[in-house]
């Protein structure tokens, strides 16, 4: 989650022991989880203002463990333990108290957090007698409530005059922070802004990690450069791809050199998790994310014949719906029509299956690879572009033609943003799914004739398993 927007989690995983003890988990709803600790840790006979103050930090504090990954992110699989030594009181299968429990109903999705920051506050605290600490004292909440203080009153005495209290979050699903698919060369996306500014953050305590200039989501050569270091810093395989183990290593590490977890935290501003691209996609929308899902679902309808093909028009139509509908269905997805996570990973699984399989003769023009080409790369893929915009270049002398180097240099560049003025796309210069198609289509056209299909030749299909 640490990407993202908190939200309150269903459900909560609670280890029922130290850490690395065999306890057994359990996964509870996460309100029963509040109203377990707080009927564990404090008692029903307390001013109400003092019961609403502590029920916030224990709030926040488990939110806190579910937004950092704090135990996940290092291989553990539980959200949170059941014991004070680390975490919070739980005691597996006990009774609530009717009062906590009311208080709990109405509190349970409202979380402590800094101002201006993002993530929720981690709300240390300890009961203030046989323990102290530097967080909110559960003894003294009483003789604050005693003495007239409000529950956000109390919180800003233990935590400072800084705190917001975040109201009626909302509820999901927990989602894995990892993106469900390796981050590597010319990948592209929200996730890979994300990776980009956790190393760049990381780079400040780990001076010999190359900063990233450019956190723009595009994953380059100097974001392979810096996954390498960090690679080979944390003593992991030095291969500059992003899989699920170096995700989660550097999102503890981020989180530790920030202190997220901690009373002091450094905290997540808005601007370290914005989202640059669009992502979840249904009817109704119109983006250039829009257009990259119809070219995936173009090509893939292309080869498989249960998948219903759709033009690239960068609106998201009832034919786009249908359209993914049928792609879900084949692939064994909820046919809902609106693209999240798991449908966006199996198109891009089932798109890059076809680009790596499918015989050049089956083609007019090269698919495109899955990954984007910018100013510095070099490739067959950059060759190839190359190729195609210097024959559109006789037809439309606005774009200048360049040499097959195979390297993306300035040159390159200035043809192909001059290619995306003419032909209606940003022009950034940039060579991305849409951009290919175009570029690959108007090439198709030129070299083979308008009735010649770019993605495919008549016959060649595949056949869902």
Known sequence: MLSGTPYIPET??????????????????????????????????WPENALRANIYAITSFALN???????????????????????????????????ISY??????????????????????????????????????????ANRGLTPYEILQYYYGDDIDIVKNAPVRTTMPSYPGIELKFGSAGNDVRSLQIYLNRISGNYPA?????????IFDAATEAAVRKFQEIFGLAVTGIVNESTWYRITYIYTSVKRIAELDSEG??????????????????QSIEVSMLQYYLAVIG?????????????YFGEKTERSVKSFQRVFGLPQTGEVDRATRNDLYRAYQGI???????????????????????????????????????????????VNNTGYFGPVTRQSVTAFQRQFGINPTGVVGAVTWDRIAGVYSDLKYGFDKRPYQSPGYTIEAE
């Not at 998790?273 to 109704?284: H, P, Q, S």
């Open 12 to 45: 909560i995983t609670v280890h029922l022991g130290t850490p690395d003890s065999d306890a057994p988990n359990v996964t509870v709803p996460f309100s029963s989880y509040v109203k377990n600790v707080a009927s564990s840790e404090i008692f029903p006979t």
């Open 65 to 99: 463990r579910i937004y950092t990954e704090w135990y996940r992110s290092r291989g553990y699989d539980f959200d949170i333990t059941a014991t004070t030594q680390y975490d919070q009181k739980f005691i597996n299968g006990r009774e609530y108290f009717q009062n």
């Open 103 to 144: 208080l709990v109903d109405e509190l349970f999705n409202d979380y402590v957090r800094r101002q201006g920051k993002v993530e929720p506050l981690f709300t240390a605290f300890c009961n203030g007698t046989t323990v102290t600490c530097e967080g909110l004292s559960q003894w003294g909440t009483v003789d604050l």
């Open 209 to 217: 990690i190359p900063k990233i200039p450019a956190a723009d989501g």
């Open 268 to 285: 997540v501003r808005y601007e370290e998790i914005e989202k640059r691209y669009t992502e979840d996609l249904k009817i109704g929308m």
């Open 302 to 314: 292309a080869y498989y014949a249960a998948v219903e093909p759709v033009e690239i028009t960068g």
């Open 355 to 401: 680009a790596e399989s499918v015989p050049p003769k089956y083609t007019a023009v090269a698919l495109y690879p899955g990954t984007v080409l910018r100013e510095g790369d070099q490739s067959e893929y950059v060759k190839l572009i190359q190729e195609y915009l210097t024959l559109i270049s006789a037809t439309y002398q606005d774009i200048p033609a």
